[in-house]
């Protein structure tokens, strides 16, 4: 297993030229396991080393395309994810499928371009891929972190299943926008937004964001002692 030989990138660069020298990159699976262990963050991977490695695959198949993709979406230079998702689209043999479009909407997050992305989840909804967990969270994560909070409402609001990320995404997106207030308000349920907020102190007990949302949520439904009970220890850490 390549996993277990290479420890760096220099150890990886060493088996890749002697798959080269003596024709075995040939092999897409060999190929593959080069890429995605390139294509790992910094200081395990080299994404332009990966790009490289990427550029010398005939035909990549839809792992090779996903690996290369979800690496940029991830490095300093996330745009090129989507350069990349694009060449996808209209170049290769190989569509985008289920864990392509999670890499693609971080990419859209992280360079700033939800608008771009906001299109593209045009595409998601008419595959009906829109409330795959993976592609519903991290296009939550992109509405939420750029203010589009309609969009993101309206796909919280359509999920089946709530679960803690999307939740979590909804929080700190308002609480950074300074529209906490909403997450409590427009949804009712204590018992979700308890189990939330309470993982957010566990993150960071000294943040105050879940101590005001808990007591708010209580203040809301009438429980006025509870509410005071989460105030206090609010004070404490201020």
Not at 27 to 34: F, H, L, N, P
Request: aromatic share 10%.
């Amino acid at each position: 297993m390549l996993e277990t030989k290479c420890s760096t990138m220099t150890d990886l660069k060493k088996i890749h030229a002697h798959l080269i020298k003596s024709g075995l990159i040939k092999d897409k699976i060999a190929a593959s396991r080069v890429l995605a262990l390139s294509a790992k963050s910094p200081p395990n991977g080299d994404i332009n080393y990966a790009n490289l490695v990427f550029t010398q695959i005939e035909n990549p198949n839809l792992f090779s395309w996903n690996t290369i993709i979800r690496g940029f979406s991830e490095s300093s230079i996330p745009q090129y994810a989507i350069h990349l998702f694009i060449e996808m689209f209209n170049t290769s043999e190989v569509q985008p499928f289920l864990l392509t479009y999670p890499s693609v909407f971080k990419a859209y997050a992280r360079h700033g371009l939800a608008k771009d992305g906001a299109q593209l989840h045009g595409r998601i909804i008419k595959l009906d891929l829109e409330f795959n967990t993976f592609i519903r969270n991290t296009l939550l994560h992109m509405y939420v972190s750029h203010g589009f909070f309609i969009e993101a409402r309206k796909l919280f609001d359509e999920n089946e299943v709530e679960d803690l990320v999307s939740w979590n995404s909804m929080i700190m997106g308002l609480a950074k926008s300074g529209e906490i207030d909403y997450s409590w308000r427009s949804h009712g349920n204590i018992a979700l937004s308890r189990w939330s907020a309470e993982h957010l102190l566990e993150l960071d007990p000294n943040e105050s964001i879940g101590y005001v949302l808990m007591a708010n949520m209580y203040a809301a439904s009438g429980q006025f002692e509870e509410a005071m009970d989460e105030r206090i220890p609010l004070k404490e850490n201020i």
